[in-house]
């Protein structure tokens, strides 16, 4: 029997419209459609990861990583393709998403908590924990507007972190935080995609810690898959290409 698969993305295609190009109040004034352009960000796109794997994902700017991270977290949508994750549950740790800026950091941790599909009994089981490892002190119960960036991505970290899902989907968010941080989040990065069971995929411009933590490299370019493979050979292409 094969390796059963954890994440299928098939010809997967996302494009979004660019509105910076005309003014509001002239469209208005004239009544007109006002055209926009629209920007294809991932461009039938396909791979599949095997249950346990950890899929870093490189490419440069632009790319379309981010967008078909969120994607598959189920905050965008696609407009072609699909996406399965076999019944799994899925979690994104990505800086700046999701918080409510006038909730406290402890109301957040509720709220996020519920949005990746822990029930209420479950988030308030695990709110100790998690308090305890972003260690914001007092200002849990701040509103999260009140934040440092720094906090603001503890917050986020320890909220994914010891809310364990089946998939998690990092997006560039091992550089967080002080050195003493960085130090306690990369650890607990280890130690959560160690698992055997557990999928995950990473974006960054890290060659090191990809190097360091992943299985395979998936190099997205201008939104299309440019190769898929082993670690070292991938790496060393898109390195070749990006020099």
Request: proline residues 1%; positive net charge.
């Amino acid at each position: 029997m094969g390796q059963k698969i954890a994440i299928d993305v098939k010809d997967l295609r996302i494009s979004y419209r660019c509105l910076k190009s005309f003014s509001i109040k002239r469209s208005l004034l004239h009544f007109k459609k006002a055209k926009a352009e629209v920007h294809e960000a991932v461009r039938g796109v396909s791979f599949s990861v095997p249950e346990g794997e950890i899929l870093g994902i490189v490419g440069k700017n632009g790319s379309g990583k981010s967008t078909m991270l969120r994607a598959i977290a189920g905050i965008f949508s696609p407009d072609e393709g699909t996406i399965d994750l076999h019944g799994k549950s899925v979690s994104l740790l990505s800086i700046g998403v999701g918080f409510q800026k006038k909730l406290s950091g402890r109301e957040n941790i509720l709220l996020s908590g519920m949005l990746l599909g822990f029930s209420e009994e479950q988030v308030r089981a695990k709110m100790d924990e998690i308090i305890e490892f972003a260690g914001l002190g007092k200002f849990i119960d701040m509103p999260v507007k009140t934040y440092s960036s720094g906090m603001h991505s503890k917050l986020a970290f320890a909220i994914t972190a010891i809310l364990e899902s089946d998939i998690m989907l990092i997006d560039e968010v091992l550089s967080v935080g002080d050195a003493k941080f960085k130090k306690k989040s990369y650890n607990k990065m280890k130690e959560l995609i160690s698992k055997e069971d557990r999928t995950v995929l990473i974006v960054s411009h890290s060659s090191q810690t990809l190097r360091k933590l992943c299985t395979s490299i998936l190099w997205l370019h201008d939104g299309e898959v440019k190769m898929q493979g082993d670690t070292e050979e991938v790496l060393a292409a898109y390195e070749e290409f990006m020099s």
